[in-house]
């Protein structure tokens, strides 16, 4: 019966053999999957432009996505916004500034720039968000300053939104 015994029950030494794999597993798991976010993180940020920024896209009905964004206030100069769809269904896009929208058709599989100004805010002024709908949903980078090459000037056609 002892030697029954002996054969189930684990020693001190198996337990602390089995912890540090268990442990030493876990750290190597983490790790990996920190080196993969690192990475994505600088492959993103080589691939963007001076001066762009991404925030993430909230979805909304099926197949759109919503972003917004912030500038400066004190900001005053060209804007832009580059639609990245990940195919090359045509998309809609909307961007809504205060009580100004526009619409736009962006059509094929490759990311497109629109430019657009930004006159500062006024004082006393709330700086209003900028919100942008893709349908179907796209990634959606916003900048400032000089922006990328082949940007599309979208300045006309902006309407005043009621309500």
Known sequence: MSGRARSHSRSPGRLWAWVGTTVLGAVAVSGALLAVLHQRDQS?????????????????AAGRQHWQHEWPASYAGPVWITVNPPDDLPRTITITWGP?????????AGPKTYLFAK????????T???????DPAAVVTFGSGTPPDAAVDVNIGWTRVSG
Do not use: F, I, M, N
């Open 44 to 60: 993103d940020g080589r691939d963007r432009p001076a001066g762009a920024s991404e925030q993430a896209g909230q979805p909304r």
């Open 100 to 108: 100004w929208q526009r619409q736009l058709l962006h059509d094929g």
């Open 119 to 126: 006159s500062p805010t006024g004082k006393g002024e709330e």
């Open 128 to 134: 209003v968000p900028t919100s942008v709908d893709v």
